[in-house]
Every structure is written in structure tokens, then in C-alpha cells.
């Protein structure tokens, strides 16, 4: 019997299989940055149907949008920041092709993230009141504070847990056990997204030892504990066409290539598809390859 | 390229110079600009009026200097998203947002155009317009001022202004504070009857009328509309030197925006 906690690598067929239909799914990461495309990518070439959506939302909302495979969205945005509105999304919501939109301040959601990791049923906050997100979705309740600071009884949005099913995040590095860091500039809420979550599925840029994990970077960037983690997939580059600092940047000319197809007729989306999103993640990875020496060699021309 | 520095000042040098206006009195405060000129408005109040700003590369860090656009500084803080909401809940914040729709009340809209369940149009979503408008200070960028921008009502309530606020209740209106709207035709603020849109002052080159005419409701006028005020020789150099030597800013109000 080993000493150790267990090994929990997986691979994204099995991350993808251990999902079902209906589930509400948290993906981190933040707009166009460090999203965890591979798993998306994954989902959005597998059967699962009728899926939550939870996010700050990038390409990742727009495949799984495309693909049909969002019952209900909760988002504050939709951006790939230099190309600033997701075709993919802004034809589906313009379509009305998703059923459910929860559109959600900012704030709001990393309070709801937090709610749930809390396991409380709400978190009091001002975001929200007078705007239309409480026009939009009268589900959400505000609740009046019990005490008086010398302001009356606030009443204040009583902002809903975003419970979820799973959480898919990607950073750059973890062990085989689920302890994880982040090496870019930003942690986003990787974090907050694990504890909303029932299971968390992190990957990776690299899977290393768990000594290595410190060895030359500070204890600090460890975000993710493996008591937070169920599973950990290592896939090199599979934050792209996102960021993945500092193992790599964003991959602005495919990303180009992914908006002009995604805005463009049903034939450019299908060959975008067929040449890119069709197959299996290493596939995909020399799609990618081949794609970025084509243009280096056009750009050298 | 930038023009020299004797000559006139364009209408984004003007734009740049009413945007750090709307910084001036802030004290040490996170200074937020979403977009090219409120970045470099921003930048300008800095290095003139207000060297007590916090101000960010838009993306984790907070600068100790004042970098031109694009360039890095020596970095004093850190500032990644999730501490961005922290400020936004402390208060010590004022962001200069875009806008796709500002109405007469101050309401403003990044979220969609037309009916929110079926959009003729999706955009980015609220963002942290709700949160922002109930939060702090919060000022709006317009950079091209039409009757399609200024509208009667707008589609969806992202930022909230201040008679929504104040409907909504004390939680909501204790915070509020819709400080400048700065186009590239005028500076407004909210100061009309019943907290409505008010032109503070037109830009040189720029008629009364012409604002009246591009914008979709009635706004309130008072009997003498001054000109917005030229930047200054120190600020014209800081502008063209220092913060955008490479003349980004008229990418966003192009030179054409003359006042002749």
C-alpha cells in the first residue's frame, strides 16, 4: 500500500465520460485567458446535452454555444478582448438558440462562486440593485439587513450560490494528486470555482512532483489543494487558443481565424471545424501547428 | 505619428485633457479607465493634477510611474481580477467605462440592443456596470456622440444612474455617483432637473446645436455653455511626448475631429 494520497490523473476522455447530461458545469479561467479549452473542446465534440453553463465567458461559451450544448448560460460577459464580442455567442443569443440566460454583474458572480463555497444559499451584496440584471432574472431575491448602521435597513441583493455540479479549470502546473499552481499573473477564481464545485477536474501544462511544484517558484502560487481536486489531466498547450502565461501567450492569429469563421457563413464554421475541432485533442494540437507554419511561412513571404 | 508639439491642440488632446479633469479631485483612489483616451486622460491627471491616483496596465499590477501606452513601470501592487471587486466594494474606485447606450437618466448599456430575450444585437454583457454605478464613482467615454448612442431609453440597465439608484432604495443610491460623461463633442453630467444629463461644456470647434442635434433626448442646456478649456502647453507635451507618442488616441477621435 502506498504512502502517498492517490494518484488522480485521468484523461479527457474520462474526464468527458464521467460527465451526464443536465449537469451544471463551472469552467474558470477568465474571457480569453488561461480557459480550460482542451475539456471544452471535449465537451464540445461529445453526446452531453442540455448543460449548465457557468463562466466568465470566452471561446469556451461560444463552442459549447455552437455546438448546442447550452440549456442555460450564466455569464457577466462574453469577450475575446481583442476581437471583443464572441461571434459564436452573439449568434446564439441572437438566435435565441439558449434557452436559459442568466446574465449577471461581475461581482455578483464571484459572490455567487462564493456562496456556494461557503455552502450558504445566498451572500448580501449591492451589485445588481437598480440594474436590469434583477429586471431580467426576478428569480433573484433581495433581502433586507437585520441591523442599522445609521443608513435604515439596507436592503441589499441576496445574490444566489452558483452551485455546481463540476468545475474545469487549466493551470500551468500540479501533481499527481490535484495540488496545482498558477504561474501567470493572475489566479482568476480558479479557486472559488473548485469549492463551488462537487468535483473539480484540473489540467494542466504539466504534471510534475510534488516537490517540484516549489522548487522554484513560491509556495503562494499554489491555488488548488487535492482536497479540492478530483481529477488532473495533463495536456501541453491546452489552454489554447487562450493564455496560458508564462508557458505561453494568446494566440491572437488563431484566434482571428476562429472569429472570421465563427462569424462567417455555415460553410466557414465547418471547415473551421472539420480542420480544427473534428477530431481528438492531439489532432487539434497539429491542426494548430500546421496552421501556425503556414502563416509564418506566408508572413516570411 | 503625433503631431508636434506647437501645434493647436486636436479634439483627442481636448477629449484627453477633459478626461483627466474628471480624475483631478479624487485623491488616492484606483483610477479605472476602460478604453484608449480615458487611458490617457487618466495617465494626465496623474502626471498633472492628481499624482496621488493608483493606476494599473489594465490586466494585474498597479504602476508606480506613468508608462506611455503599451509600456511597462516599475510595479507597486497587486491588482488581478478578484482584487478588482474587493476595491470596487471598499469604494476607492473610479472607472471610466464605454457605453453603447447612455440615456437621459444616466443609465447606461453594454449589455445588448434590443429585446434582452432575443437581442437584435449581443454585446459583452453588464460586465461590472451594476456593481461599479452602486459602488463608486463612475464617469462614461463616448468617442463618437450620436442620436444611436444618446438614446430616449436604453435597451438594458447595465450601469444604473442616479434616479434608478434612488428608486431602488438607499442600498443602491448611498454609493451611486454617475460623475462626467465626456464625448467627443462635449462634457455632461447629471446635474439637469431630476438628476437628467446636462451639458457642462461644448469642445472647441463644436456647437451647441451640433451636440443637440446628435444626441436622441432632451437635454438640458444652461443658459451659457462654456467651451471645453484647451489642455495646456505642459499637458500638450505630456500628451504627445509622453503618454501616447505614437498617436493611438486617434484611432479613436480621428484628426479630422478639428476644431477647424
Not at chain 1, 470566452?58 to 454555444?65: E, Y
Not at chain 1, 435604515?152 to 499527481?176: I, K, T, W
Not at chain 1, 481529477?231 to 491546452?238: K, M
Not at chain 2, 439637469?192 to 443637440?212: F, I, K, Q
Request: hydrophobic share 40%; net charge negative; glycine share 8%.
Amino acid at each position: 500500500m502506498s504512502r502517498k494520497p492517490r494518484d488522480k490523473q485521468m484523461t479527457i476522455d474520462e474526464v468527458v465520460a464521467s460527465l451526464e447530461n443536465g449537469m451544471t458545469i463551472g469552467i474558470g479561467g477568465w474571457g480569453p485567458r488561461r480557459k480550460p479549452m482542451a475539456l471544452v473542446r471535449a465537451l464540445y465534440n461529445s453526446d452531453l446535452t442540455d448543460l449548465t453553463i457557468v463562466s466568465w465567458g470566452g471561446a469556451d461559451v461560444g463552442l459549447l454555444a455552437r455546438a448546442g450544448k447550452i440549456r442555460r448560460l450564466v455569464y457577466a460577459f462574453v469577450s475575446l478582448d481583442t476581437v471583443p464580442l464572441e461571434p459564436n455567442f452573439q449568434r446564439a443569443r441572437q438566435a435565441a438558440a439558449i434557452p436559459e440566460v442568466v446574465e449577471l454583474d461581475e461581482g455578483m458572480f464571484q459572490t455567487g462562486l462564493r456562496a456556494a463555497a461557503q455552502r450558504l444559499p445566498f451572500l448580501p451584496m449591492r451589485a445588481g440593485l437598480g440594474s436590469d440584471v434583477l429586471v431580467n432574472n426576478p428569480w433573484i431575491r433581495t433581502v433586507t439587513s437585520p441591523y442599522d448602521e445609521g443608513h435604515g435597513h439596507e436592503e441589499l441583493v441576496a445574490v444566489p450560490a452558483l452551485r455546481l455540479d463540476a468545475a474545469l479549470v487549466h493551470l500551468n502546473r500540479a501533481d499527481q494528486h490535484g495540488n496545482a499552481s498558477y504561474l501567470g499573473p493572475d489566479p482568476y477564481f480558479d479557486d472559488l470555482f473548485a469549492m463551488a464545485a462537487d468535483r473539480t477536474y484540473v489540467s494542466v501544462e504539466q504534471v510534475v512532483d510534488t516537490a517540484g511544484l516549489t522548487v522554484d517558484t513560491p509556495v503562494q502560487r499554489l491555488l488548488l489543494s487535492r482536497m479540492m481536486v478530483t481529477g488532473v489531466v495533463e495536456t501541453p498547450h491546452g489552454a489554447h487558443f487562450t493564455t496560458c502565461t508564462p508557458d505561453y501567450e494568446r494566440d491572437e492569429r488563431f484566434q482571428r481565424a476562429y472569429a472570421a469563421a465563427a462569424s462567417g457563413s455555415d460553410e466557414d464554421w465547418q471547415a473551421f471545424h472539420d480542420r480544427f475541432l473534428a477530431g481528438d485533442e492531439a489532432s487539434y494540437q497539429a491542426a494548430v501547428q500546421a496552421f501556425t507554419e503556414e502563416s509564418r511561412k506566408e508572413s516570411a513571404r | 505619428m503625433s503631431a508636434p508639439t506647437n501645434a493647436p491642440s486636436t479634439r483627442a488632446d481636448v477629449c484627453a485633457a477633459a478626461i483627466a479633469d474628471a480624475f483631478s479631485e479624487d485623491g488616492e483612489i484606483f483610477a479605472s479607465p476602460m478604453g484608449l483616451l480615458p487611458t490617457v486622460g487618466v495617465r494626465l491627471a496623474k502626471l498633472t493634477s492628481n499624482p496621488d491616483l493608483v493606476i494599473s496596465d489594465g490586466e494585474s499590477v498597479f504602476l508606480g510611474g506613468v508608462p506611455p501606452l503599451g509600456g511597462t513601470d516599475v510595479v507597486e501592487g497587486w491588482i488581478p481580477f478578484r482584487k478588482v471587486f474587493d476595491v470596487i466594494a471598499y469604494g476607492r474606485r473610479h472607472v471610466m467605462m464605454g457605453a453603447t447606450q447612455v440615456d437621459r437618466h444616466g443609465n447606461q448599456n453594454i449589455s445588448a440592443i434590443g429585446p434582452f430575450a432575443q437581442p437584435r444585437r449581443q454585446l459583452l454583457g453588464s460586465r461590472g456596470a451594476p456593481g461599479n454605478t452602486v459602488g463608486h464613482r463612475t464617469s462614461y467615454w463616448v468617442p463618437r456622440h450620436s442620436d444611436r448612442v444618446f438614446v430616449e431609453r436604453v435597451d438594458v440597465v447595465s450601469g444604473v444612474g442616479p434616479r434608478r439608484a434612488r428608486e431602488a432604495g438607499p442600498a443602491a443610491a448611498r454609493f451611486n455617483d454617475i460623475h462626467r460623461v465626456v464625448s467627443n463633442l462635449g462634457v455632461f453630467d447629471l446635474g439637469g432637473a431630476d438628476d437628467t444629463m446636462r451639458l457642462v461644456s461644448v469642445h472647441p470647434g463644436v456647437a451647441v446645436d451640433d451636440v443637440v442635434a446628435a444626441t436622441g433626448f432632451s437635454l438640458e442646456i444652461p443658459a451659457d455653455v462654456p467651451t471645453t478649456r484647451e489642455p495646456s502647453y505642459e499637458e500638450l507635451v505630456l500628451i504627445r511626448e509622453v503618454i501616447d507618442p505614437k498617436g493611438l488616441r486617434f484611432k479613436e477621435v480621428p484628426h479630422d475631429q478639428h476644431r477647424d
